[in-house]
């Protein structure tokens, strides 16, 4: 994978890219970027290739956020006993110090957030390695439909219960019990992504010092007045600047950061879980903390340069979803004409326990046919001839159903499949 790293280095004026100062070694030849004049000299950023390792968060005793570690220093703390391992929603790979840390200085990590309807990125970026890469699925359209489902029924029992053969004023009405016509109130839907991609931010503060957020803003192209991603976003910034210091950038801004950075995009299907779709563009948020555009001061010369820098490494890459889980109900919503039962007229619908000691939303792993499954409880069936628990993968489309015997338990359920 080609990540980008951007590096500062001093040439002297009038130095052609091909001379021997613009090789680093190592690294190759790079190309150039734009020039800056300096009393005398000239900044000029270079882009290339980083092969750093991956970085490892460390909490201290405390459950403060320390800066992340390299993984060969964390697995020898393990094993000389100076660290645990530190477990996290994320299920991200961290240790947890034993005993009282050498200092508690830290740097500055910047958290890139790039809000969707559908897809979210996040990136967490330091000034010398990228930390995380996160693509949310968000629970969009699985709202959407619950509430579709439930103006439905409510208009149907609305309309048994009022007679319409009658005059207006002999119906059996609903008397208005309050005026909500006058909040401002978000839809349940943008509501659910918003709290999604809060609560995501808000694991990664636990895991890292973060000291800035980035927030992409979104505007309509064009003729177009209002979109769907662009609900929520006030109201998401209020919460986000609770917890840190807060920034904007808008959408072609992120653009022009990610293409000099390298970083590829894929906008072919935004729906791939794959770091191009999305997590990039978090990244390339987050770089924006570290690198700014400055235009040329000069009446005979326009355009300008990006000063600063920032190093973009590979990083652990993650797709979250939230579990599609259908909270307990009395009974379906029609009977069950096909198969009357005297007893039940009407089945049982959700709920979130099941009699085998699961919950909807743990992890598991299943077995069948000798082959491995892992998972998250999604539901169960129990009759007189079989007993079955279903199996949802983070897409929340079912693997299987497996017997409670060929089940165990791996993870109670934090509201968040991670994979």
């Given at each position: ?112 957030i790039d809000p969707g ?72 839907s943008i509501r659910s ?14 895991l890292f010092p973060v ?209």
């Open positions: 994978m080609s990540t980008a790293i951007g590096l500062t280095l001093a040439h002297t004026a009038g130095c052609s890219p091909s001379s021997a100062c613009c090789k680093t070694p190592g690294l190759g030849r790079f190309k150039t970027g734009h020039l800056v004049s300096d009393g005398g000299k000239e900044q000029v950023t270079f882009i290339g290739l980083s092969p750093k390792m991956q970085r490892v968060p460390v909490i201290s005793p405390d459950g403060l956020p320390l800066m992340p570690t390299k993984a060969s220093r964390a697995r020898r703390w393990l094993n000389e006993g100076k660290a645990k391992i530190y477990s996290n929603d994320l299920n991200v790979f961290a240790i947890q110090l034993v005993g009282k840390p050498s200092g508690h200085e830290t740097q500055d990590v910047v958290i890139g309807k559908l897809f979210s990125g996040v990136g967490v970026q330091s000034s010398k390695t990228t930390l995380l890469k996160l693509h949310l699925i968000l629970p969009f359209p699985n709202v959407t439909k619950k509430m579709t489902a439930r103006r439905i029924l409510r208009r149907a029992r609305r309309g048994r219960r009022i007679n319409r053969k009658l005059p207006y004023d002999q119906r059996c009405h609903r008397a208005k019990r309050f005026d909500n016509r006058v909040q401002k109130k978000l839809p349940p992504n918003r709290q999604l991609e809060l609560r995501v931010i808000k694991e990664i503060m636990r000291s800035n957020i980035v927030y992409e803003y979104i505007k309509a192209r064009g003729d177009k007045g209002f979109s769907p991603a662009m609900v929520g976003q006030k109201v998401m910034l209020q919460w986000l600047s609770k917890i840190a210091p807060t920034d904007t950038r808008y959408g072609w801004q992120t653009s022009n950061l990610r293409q000099w950075l390298k970083l590829p995009k894929d906008k072919t299907d935004k729906s791939k879980a794959v770091e191009e779709t999305h997590s990039n563009d978090g990244v390339a948020l987050a770089a924006s903390h570290f690198i700014k555009w400055r235009e040329w001061q000069s009446s005979n010369a326009r355009g300008g340069c990006w000063e600063g820098e920032v190093i973009v490494t590979p990083a652990p890459f993650k797709v979250i979803a939230k579990p599609n889980i259908y909270r307990r109900q009395l009974h379906f919503e029609n009977p069950d004409s096909h198969k009357p039962n005297p007893s039940q007229y009407r089945k049982r619908k959700g709920g979130t326990i099941t009699p085998f000691g699961f919950r909807s939303g743990d992890f598991v792993q299943a077995e069948k046919a000798s082959q491995i499954y892992r998972g998250w409880i999604g539901g169960y069936t129990q009759t007189g001839k079989s007993k079955n628990i279903s199996v949802y993968n983070h897409e929340w489309k079912r693997i299987g159903q497996f017997s409670p015997t060929k089940i165990k338990l791996l993870k109670r359920s934090c509201k968040l499949c991670v994979a």
